[in-house]
């Protein structure tokens, strides 16, 4: 199962039913992708929810991730090492829906046919037919990530990220640096008290045919997952307000969290008996 693109995709955490987007393995087996690492990171005292935050949460891009951290780890580059390259990320984000005009109109004029495929499918999101499938259950977060040194970006190092939601509990990250790419499967089952943390990652054929580029993925997968672990690390502390106060910077909180709605059970009670603790399965 772990060779197969769609066994990221686990249907026992669509509780709704509604069918998961195909377009990603179509992508994927037509390219020569091919099955890069596999990671459990298991129990977490945190929600989907706490992840769909990300996605309207600007401000703490520009804090929590504007520094490298040692890869695969929590911590930080030596100081000796800071000041002797001085170099860290820049962001410039971006939230869409999946049937947002602004996206599909975006994606539509990026569609390049290249031997029957389209040079700029995002995962497929324009069918291979060349008609575009919006889906308001999906949401796309793009990062403009580039480096900077002293402060200032280099324009030349910048790479689009885009991550997108499938609902609120499976996120896909498409990260291509200049010899390859990578995609990220996140996904999280809830259980009682919190859920469970699943990562695949997938490589372009260019990073499985070669033993050099596939080390610098790894060194690149080894920085997303210090990422990752910092806003799991920030998320199992994190309390919810009712009402939380938000500045402009702070990004498309309402939004993110009116998208989100539509997954929500009808149903008032969703157990009969036990308490759940901080986060039931009613979400």
């Known amino acids: 199962a772990d060779e197969d693109p769609s066994s990221a995709f686990?249907?026992?955490?669509?509780?709704?039913g509604f069918p998961l987007p195909g377009f990603v393995e179509q992508e994927m087996s037509r390219a020569g992708w091919g099955p890069?690492?596999?990671?459990?990171?298991?129990?977490?005292?945190?929600s989907p929810t706490d992840w769909v935050d990300q996605a309207g949460d600007y401000a703490h891009f520009h804090t929590l991730h504007s520094e490298f951290l040692i890869p695969w780890t929590l911590y930080p580059?030596?100081?000796?090492?800071?000041?002797?390259?001085p170099m860290g990320i820049s962001h410039e984000l971006k939230t869409c829906r999946g049937d947002d005009k602004e996206w599909i109109k975006k994606?539509?004029?990026?569609?390049?046919p290249v031997n029957g495929s389209f040079k700029d499918c995002i995962w497929g999101e324009h069918s291979f037919s060349g008609s575009y499938e919006p889906?308001?259950?999906?949401?796309?977060?793009?990062?403009?990530a580039g480096l900077t040194w002293k402060g200032r970006v280099m324009e030349a190092t910048k790479s689009e990220t885009v991550e997108m939601f499938v609902g609120p509990a499976i996120m896909v990250f498409n990260i291509p640096f200049r010899i390859g790419a990578m995609k990220v499967f996140v996904t999280t089952t809830p259980v009682d008290g919190g859920s469970v943390m699943r990562v695949r990652t997938w490589a372009s054929r260019s990073v499985?045919?070669?033993?050099?580029?596939?080390a610098?993925?790894?060194?690149?997968?080894?920085?997303?997952?210090?990422?990752?672990?910092?806003?799991?690390?920030?998320?199992?502390?994190?309390?919810r307000l009712r009402r939380p106060i938000l500045q402009p910077f702070d990004g498309p909180?309402?939004?993110?969290t009116h998208w989100l709605k539509q997954f929500y059970s009808s149903e008032k009670h969703y157990h009969s008996g036990g308490d759940l603790g901080r986060y039931g399965k009613d979400w």
């Open 10 to 16: 686990n249907p026992k955490v669509d509780r709704n």
């Open 36 to 46: 890069h690492l596999r990671l459990d990171l298991g129990f977490f005292a945190l």
């Open 77 to 85: 580059l030596p100081l000796w090492l800071q000041w002797l390259v």
């Open 107 to 112: 994606r539509a004029d990026t569609l390049v």
């Open 135 to 144: 889906d308001k259950r999906l949401i796309f977060f793009t990062d403009v």
């Open 208 to 214: 499985m045919t070669s033993p050099l580029v596939r």
């Open 216 to 239: 610098v993925c790894w060194v690149l997968a080894g920085i997303s997952a210090s990422q990752l672990m910092c806003d799991i690390k920030v998320l199992v502390e994190k309390i």
């Open 253 to 256: 909180f309402n939004r993110t």
